[in-house]
């Protein structure tokens, strides 16, 4: 029901307006988001660097409908990849294609991501497709397909285990040699298109988990990179703790090093989870979202844990 509530919330123009002006909002919001601008999310993905953590940067935006925004938001991202190859540090980057015109114009949208995986190729580093709501699955993977066609490999892409569709997708990439960050899912489905229960998920989670195994072992299980900026072919993206342990008895019993996997988790969501992983000796990249425009982002996050919403109106108390 909460869950429902905020995420028809997060695409709603008015609320944002009202919450997004509103003080609290965005003292409750600074916990899932490092800062507003590139040089606060730098910080912090050097600190998380000094406890062994790698990143992924994601410039906040999505559903952009015009063309300079697009491109503005495209020219976002090549900036991120110079800081990160300044200030040398372990990080990749994180891109919505919807931010860069998927929504609205494909061939601008292709141009703009080429741009990125350029800049991206100049300093050895990698590029993750997030994946949005399903009217946009078709066309984020074609695009994908299409980056690789152009011969960029230093490209992957995020798959949800909600969807039902999401092995035959998978599948149909392994051949190429797919880098896959799996997450659960974090939009408003319908039951057509994805399990609306939860343990449904989990179950498609750890069957998708076994799969990516099996890719991986039939590409030779590439390691992650040395600078820790190019992942291995699993990322497992989860804060669930039966989901992770599940990934780590499945790797043991196939044989797989720790660094032919990575576990991902989001910034400010279970740092104990983070450390315990990092001391088993496992890569743990935590994705590092920043800019101004964090309202959606912000909604998924509490649509996910209604504890979040107390924390929300904590906020507003102590205000
Ligand atoms: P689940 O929701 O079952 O949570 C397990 C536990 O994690 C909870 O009990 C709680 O302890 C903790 N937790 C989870 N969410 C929390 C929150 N918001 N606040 C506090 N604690 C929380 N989705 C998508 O559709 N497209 C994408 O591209 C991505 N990308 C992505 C990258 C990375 C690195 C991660 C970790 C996640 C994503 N997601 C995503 C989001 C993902 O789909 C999912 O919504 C969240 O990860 C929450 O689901 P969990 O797997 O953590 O499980």
Redesign the pocket.
């Not at 993206?237 to 703790?241: E, Q, R, V």
């Given at each position: 029901m909460l869950r429902t509530l905020f995420l028809l919330l997060s695409k709603a123009f008015w609320a944002q307006r009202m919450i997004t002006r509103w003080g609290p909002a965005w003292r409750a919001a600074s916990r899932?988001i490092a800062g507003e601008t590139l040089a606060e999310a730098l910080k912090v993905v050097g600190e998380l660097n000094s406890r062994g953590i790698l990143a992924?940067l994601d410039h906040l935006g999505e559903n952009t409908t015009h063309a300079d925004a697009a491109r503005l938001a495209a020219e976002e991202v090549m900036t991120a990849l110079d800081a990160i190859q300044a200030h040398e540090l372990r990080a990749n980057v994180?891109v919505?294609l919807s931010q860069i015109g998927l929504a609205f114009d494909e061939q601008l949208c292709r141009e703009n991501i080429k741009g990125i995986l350029e800049k991206a190729l100049r300093s050895e580093n990698f590029v993750c497709i997030?994946?949005?709501d399903s009217f946009l699955t078709d066309a984020t993977i074609a695009v994908y397909r299409w980056a690789r066609q152009q011969g960029y490999d230093n490209v992957g892409i995020?798959f949800?285990a909600y969807l039902y569709r999401t092995a035959i997708d998978i599948q149909s990439l392994a051949e190429m040699g797919v880098r896959v960050?799996l997450?659960?899912?974090?939009?408003k489905e319908p039951p057509e298109r994805a399990y609306p229960r939860?343990r449904d998920v989990?179950s498609s989670?750890d069957h998708l988990t076994a799969l990516l195994f099996e890719i991986s072992e039939s590409q030779g299980m590439p390691r992650l990179s040395a600078d820790g900026r190019v992942p291995p072919v699993p990322?497992i993206?989860?804060?669930?703790?039966a989901?992770i342990e599940y990934a780590r008895r499945r790797a043991d019993s196939m044989g797989l090093p720790r660094d032919a996997l990575e576990f991902?988790?989001?910034y400010?969501?279970?740092r104990d989870l983070q450390s315990q992983l990092v001391a088993q000796g496992y890569p743990v990249?935590?994705?590092v979202p920043y800019g101004s425009h964090w309202y959606p982002y912000f909604m998924?996050?509490?649509a996910?844990?209604p504890?979040?919403v107390w924390f929300l109106l904590s906020n507003f108390f102590r205000a």
């Open positions: 899932f992924t994180s919505k997030d994946m949005e995020v949800q960050r997450c659960k899912g974090a939009y939860k989990d989670f990322g993206a989860t804060h669930d703790a989901r991902q988790l989001l400010g969501i279970r990249r935590v994705y998924r996050r509490l996910e844990r504890a979040n």
